[in-house]
Nanobody, 122 residues
Framework: QVQLVEEGGGLVQAGGSLRLSCAAS????????MGWFRQAPGKERLFVAD????????YYADSVKGRFTISRDKAKNTVYLQMNTLKPEDTAVYYC???????????????WGQGTQVTVSS
């Protein structure tokens, strides 16, 4: 089992920045991929970014490319999401997730955090 705990959400004005963190514990040696997703009120949960734990290969949703950066610190078993130039439409609950293999959709992620709220005011 892998446990995930997100931190760093909050309220920020449009154009501002936030950094989310997701600390993994438990069987962290089994992690292959970690990702960030977000869910706005009344909408489905959507992919934001992910990173291969050992290769640092990253992928981003088109809506966040150039503004968000995913990274990981293997020594701390933590993945980060640096969010810059935030927009009101970035408002959502942000979730991190972990998988024990390469994944191609969110249904394949085995472990999820509890989520952290990000609110961007206009």
């Amino acid at each position: 089992q892998v446990q995930l705990v997100e931190e760093g959400g909050g309220l920020v004005q449009a154009g501002g920045s936030l950094r989310l963190s997701c600390a993994a514990s438990g069987r962290t040696g089994s992690i292959y991929t970690m990702g960030w997703f977000r869910q706005a009120p009344g909408k489905e949960r959507l992919f934001v970014a992910d990173i291969l734990w050992n290769g640092e290969i990253t992928y981003y949703a088109d809506s966040v490319k150039g503004r968000f950066t995913i990274s990981r610190d293997k020594a701390k078993n933590t993945v980060y999401l640096q969010m810059n130039t935030l927009k009101p439409e970035d408002t959502a609950v942000y979730y991190c997730a972990a998988a024990q293999r390469a994944v191609f959709n969110q249904k394949e992620y085995e472990y999820w955090g509890q989520g952290t709220q990000v609110t961007v005011s206009s």
